[in-house]
């Protein structure tokens, strides 16, 4: 089992930056891969960014060049850095574990929304 609890979200103008936080309730060095998803309103989930624990990342093709994921292997967290926001970029935010297993858990996600 991991319970991941984001924070971070919030109003921000366009052009603006965020830093989004992943709590994850157990060791995240055990953890496969950790990632970032989201989703809009009548729109899908997507993938935002994504790291292994081997340290390999991979971006949605929309945020590359914005969006940074790091992790904290002291604090089990792990965070998205989201500069140059867009209004295109507003969304519930949602922490992804996935074991080497293929078992995945997700948080409840964290509301993003980009507006002037």
């Known amino acids: 089992q991991v319970q991941l609890v984001e924070s971070g979200g919030g109003l921000v103008q366009p052009g603006g930056s965020l830093r989004l936080s992943c709590a994850a309730s157990?060791?995240?060095?055990?953890?496969?891969?950790m990632g970032w998803y989201r989703q809009a309103p009548g729109k899908e989930r997507e993938l935002v960014a994504r790291i292994t624990n081997g340290g390999s990342t991979n971006y949605a093709d929309s945020v590359k060049g914005r969006f940074t994921i790091s992790r904290d292997y002291a604090k089990n967290t792990v965070y998205l850095q989201m500069n140059s926001l867009k209004p295109e970029d507003t969304a519930v935010y949602l922490c992804?574990?996935?074991?080497?297993?293929?078992?995945?858990?997700w948080g409840k996600g964290t509301l993003v929304t980009v507006s002037s």
């Open positions: 992804n574990a996935r074991l080497s297993n293929g078992v995945a858990y």
């Open positions: 157990r060791n995240i060095f055990s953890i496969y891969s």
